[in-house]
């Protein structure tokens, strides 16, 4: 292959929605933003590039609220002892950390814990004492 197709061919990668479909942290959360999350997960999307767990949230006048709880990819989610059904849809669960920017209904998760008290992190560290 000469050197213009393959310059063509990783223009045309580099261009495809796959390739910009993932944005930085920052874009979407904020570091600084953070706070916790309490509701029933109601959908489970194991998948590249996050894994996402939708969860309804009980607002103040009783309507339900729905987040978008983002985590790693499935790949380091596994080698930290994560499967697709880690967390299941129906689950109560309480999710702490980084709020989505210009008040989004997004988390990025750095714990999870369940209805029973079990910690739960993605990074697959424990939880202090």
Avoid: C
């Avoid at 050197?3 to 061919?9: F, G, Q």
């Avoid at 706070?35 to 009980?58: D, M, Q, S, W």
């Amino acid at each position: 292959m000469g050197i213009r197709a393959t310059v063509a061919m990783l223009a045309f990668a580099a261009l495809s929605p796959q390739a910009r479909a993932h944005h930085s942290f920052a874009a979407e959360f904020s570091y600084d933003d953070t706070g916790t999350i309490t509701g029933t997960v109601v959908e489970v999307l194991f998948v590249n590039p996050h894994a996402r767990y939708f969860v309804a949230v009980t607002g103040e006048r009783g309507e339900e609220i729905l987040w978008d709880a983002q985590t790693r990819s499935p790949n380091a989610l596994a080698a930290a002892g994560w499967k697709k059904d880690t967390i299941r849809v129906g689950e109560k669960i309480a999710i702490e950390r980084n709020l989505g920017r210009d008040k989004a209904r997004k988390i990025w998760i750095r714990e999870i814990r369940r209805g029973s008290g079990e910690v739960i992190r993605p990074t697959g560290e424990e939880p202090p004492p």
